[in-house]
């Protein structure tokens, strides 16, 4: 999992730690230092720590105007130990909404686990961006089937066409375009 880095091909576009409305506006991510482990796994130290033993984040990018934000994920998402979702919401996600954004786009493909337990925060989440979305993009089957399991599909757009976008060789702006068309016409229905 060491060799594993956040996307970084949008930082000529956007670096969340020098965007002064970001929650991670001044975070320092180590060259060099590896200093953050899922269990016994070390991780690569560009990827942002929000506080959880088990989920860590990068903030992609970020677009005020239009209100949306890209978030690469990595670990396991664990709300029954570590309650990962109120320190995402916490941490991170009100952040983010007291700027404006209100479309979360998640890239998911490195979420291993999830397991799910209460649907406080996610209805508190969903409830605070009523023009908003929330997309999971390319989760593995296992997630998507604990979602479902436990009733939090609801609060996210996922599967389908979401669950096989190639976004990494997409620009921010494009890869937004076809995801809230995508959106839309499903949250249309």
Request: net charge negative; proline share 3%; hydrophobic share 40%.
């Amino acid at each position: 999992m060491h060799d594993l880095e956040p996307h970084y091909n949008w930082r000529h576009l956007y670096v969340a730690s020098e965007d002064d409305r970001s929650p991670m506006y001044g975070h320092f991510n180590s060259e060099v230092y590896y200093t953050d482990s899922i269990y016994d796994f070390v991780i690569h130290p560009q990827w942002d720590n929000i506080g959880s033993e088990t989920l860590f984040i990068k903030v992609l990018f970020a677009e005020y105007d239009e209100g949306y934000a890209i978030i690469e994920l990595l670990g396991e998402w664990n709300d029954v130990l570590t309650n990962d979702i109120m320190t995402l919401k916490h941490e991170v996600l009100d952040l983010m909404m007291d700027q404006g954004i209100d479309k979360f786009i998640l890239i998911a493909e490195n979420v291993l686990n999830f397991h799910a337990d209460s649907t406080d925060y996610y209805d508190e989440w969903l409830e605070e961006i009523p023009d908003g979305w929330i997309v999971f993009l390319n989760a593995r089957e296992h997630i998507l089937k604990e979602l479902a399991d436990y009733g939090i599909d609801q609060y996210f757009l996922f599967g389908g066409q979401m669950n096989d976008i190639s976004w990494r060789t997409k620009s921010p702006r494009k890869l937004f375009d076809q995801i809230k068309k995508l959106a839309e016409r499903r949250l249309e229905v």
